[in-house]
């Protein structure tokens, strides 16, 4: 059981705008920033937001974050096929990294 | 650009022991923390530890405390990970992750090598 719970799937239409929760605590997202991460089928997680709102350079600007008290959502606009992949938040917890448990984005 | 090969990964007998090794590129390397990242088969992604840029910082996630020593070596621009009394539960891909860092604040994993594969069987 992950210490960031996320929903394990979700869909949506080419187009269409889906969002990703990860819900946390006070020791981890209420006090510390988020980090999502994107991992296409049979590759390596790719940085997709860090400081819960910033894109490393060359992520498209379909893919934005967000953080309210302790839980953070990633909003991905305008879908795309190549957006099907697994995602993953994650946040500093005093002393170790905690992830949450994955979404499977299916775009239908 | 940021390089990170990892290599060490293959078969272990439960309680067998292996060492992975990350080669880092395209970076000052001395300044980075850098962590160990792992995921099991057709599961999530699990922290397994960090080690600040002077290794005076060092953290290691619950299940491998005491079994899993993490190292570096900035003349060589190299990260390890000593794995010892391996278990079946240890399977899993083993990813090298650099540190996001813009200015001087810093924001945990973000650069992710390609991983290599520990597997600890009989």
């Known amino acids: 059981q992950s210490v960031l719970t996320q929903p394990p799937s979700a869909s949506g239409t080419p187009g269409q705008r889906v969002t990703i929760s990860c819900s946390g605590s006070s020791s981890n997202i209420g006090y510390n920033s988020v980090n999502w991460y994107q991992q296409l089928p049979g590759t390596a997680p790719k940085l997709l937001i860090y400081a819960n709102t910033q894109r490393p350079s060359g992520v498209p600007d379909r893919f934005s974050g967000s953080k309210s008290g302790t839980s953070a959502s990633l909003a991905i606009s305008g879908l795309q096929s190549g957006d099907e992949a697994d995602y993953y938040c994650?946040?500093?917890?005093?002393?170790?990294?905690?992830f949450g448990g994955g979404t499977k984005l299916t775009v239908l | 650009e940021v390089q990170l090969v990892e290599s060490g990964g293959g078969l272990v007998k439960p309680g067998g022991s292996l060492r992975l090794s990350c080669a880092a590129s395209g970076f000052t390397f001395s300044t980075h923390t850098m962590n160990w990242v792992r995921q099991a088969p057709g599961k999530g992604l699990e922290w397994v530890s960090s080690?600040?840029?002077?290794?005076?910082?060092?953290y290691y996630a619950d299940s491998v405390k005491g079994r899993f020593t993490i190292s570096r070596d900035n003349a060589q621009n190299s990260l390890s990970l000593q794995m010892n009394s391996l278990r079946a539960e240890d399977t899993a891909v083993y990813y090298c992750?650099?540190?996001?860092?813009?200015?001087?604040?810093?924001?945990?994993?973000?650069?992710w090598g390609q991983g290599t594969l520990v597997t600890v069987s009989s």
């Open positions: 994650a946040a500093w917890d005093d002393g170790f990294w905690v």
């Open positions: 992750v650099k540190e996001i860092c813009t200015g001087s604040w810093c924001y945990g994993p973000g650069y």
């Open positions: 080690i600040n840029s002077y290794s005076y910082s060092i």
